[in-house]
Structures are given as C-alpha cells and as structure tokens.
C-alpha cells in the first residue's frame, strides 16, 4: 500500500495523474473527430506522465491546472453535446475521488492544494456540461425538462464545494452559468411538443404511424429511433412519440 503524500505539491502531484487519467477516459468514451481525440489524449498522457512527477511549485500545479480545464474545454466543444453532458457530469463525480486523504489533520491541511484543484477541475467538466445541455436539440418537453433537473442536481451537489475550495467568485460564476442555461431550457420548453404514450389497436408500419400522427411519413424513422424498434415494418401496438402539433 503506498504511503500518502507527505506535503501539499505531491499531494496535488498525485492528483494530477488521476485527473489526467479522467480527461483521458473523456476522450476515449466520445465520439470526437480524430485530430482533437489524438491531442488531448495525448496531452493527458503528458500531464499525467511527465508534468505531474515535475511538479515543484503552486505555480506550477496552476499551470496543470489550466492545462486540465483547457483540455476539458476542448473535448466539450468538439463532441456532440447530448453525448457530452452526460460524460462530462460522470468526469466531474470522477474528480471528487482524485484528492488524497488522510486521518492527519496537518495533512488534511497540506492536501487543500491538491482538492481545491480537484474542484477546480469539477468545475470546469460542470460548466462545459451545463453549456453542452444548451446546445442539445431536445425532441420533447420531457426531455429539456430532464436537462433543467440535472442541472439543478449538478449545481447543488457542487456549489458549496466550489465555493470552500476555490471562494465565492468562482461558485457565483458556476451558479450563473446554471442559471442562464436554466432560463434558456425554460424558454425552449414552452416551444416543445410533450411525449406522449399512444395505444393503436395493433402493430402497424412506421410510415403508416407517422402519418397518422402527423401527416408525415419521414418521421417514421423519429418513431423507430425514439422506440429502439429493431422492425420498422412491425411497431409495438404501445409506443412513445412526441405529441402533434395542435392544427388551428
């Protein structure tokens, strides 16, 4: 078993290989395009491999610091962002087990620099996964309901961890950012249909729903997709749609 770090930089040294090691597991869990999957994975590996034995000074764990966020930052932005959000919430629970601890209270102490870089890093997967639920296409009110949720979930599971390790300034700025991602998704509710549940008497073709539903057959594969049917040509007699648009 190995001994726990016996000062505040190799503390924040041991974190820094397993923060890596979670923007890693970022890159390697995302569809992303090949050159940004390529670089940040190979910026982890740097991070976790060579930066973090190297570390001497605080100014140097805030150059890791930064390096972590900005990596972060790309991967958010350069992913499809319903697959993002969710990676980026699970990375941001992963850092919370990346600071050592220790039943010494000066220990405790000397370890503030490593969580408050943890936290940092949480920080900044929460954010990019609040930016990521604004830039979903939801195809329902249930589903940009859903988003609001985690969100709300996300923040008060965070903002008072932010806020001890990194101050207030930095758990106001996470705050607005749910906030204003917040009001977005509420005003992108009201303009959504709901998802309903519909009985038809039996099994019918897609297309043949579809246009029942909406006088449209190329929503067939909407419904096909929504339902994770495998037989286009045989949907359930139950399924779930997004409900149709009141004619006037």
Known sequence: MASPPSSAIA??????????????GLV?????????AQSTLSASRRIGSVA?????????VAGVAAALVGIVQTIARDAPPSDASASLYAAAAATRGCAP????PALTRAYSLAR??????EAA?????FLCEA???FGDRQAASAARDRITAALDGAVDRVAASLGQPAAQVLTTAAGQTCAYLVDLTGSLQPLI?????????????AWSLYADPDRASELVARNRVGTPFHMPATFEAVAPKTRA
Do not use: K, N, Q, Y
């Open 11 to 24: 503390a924040a040294a041991v974190s820094t290989m397993a923060l890596a090691d979670v923007t890693a």
């Open 28 to 36: 390697r869990g995302l569809p992303l395009p090949a050159g940004t």
């Open 52 to 60: 973090a034995p190297r570390l001497f000074t605080v100014s140097d």
């Open 101 to 104: 601890i220790s039943a010494s």
């Open 116 to 121: 408050a870089l943890c936290v940092g890093v």
């Open 125 to 129: 997967c929460l954010g990019e996964a």
């Open 135 to 137: 830039r979903t296409e």
């Open 197 to 209: 549940r519909v009985e038809a008497a039996r099994s019918f073709p897609s297309t043949a729903l």
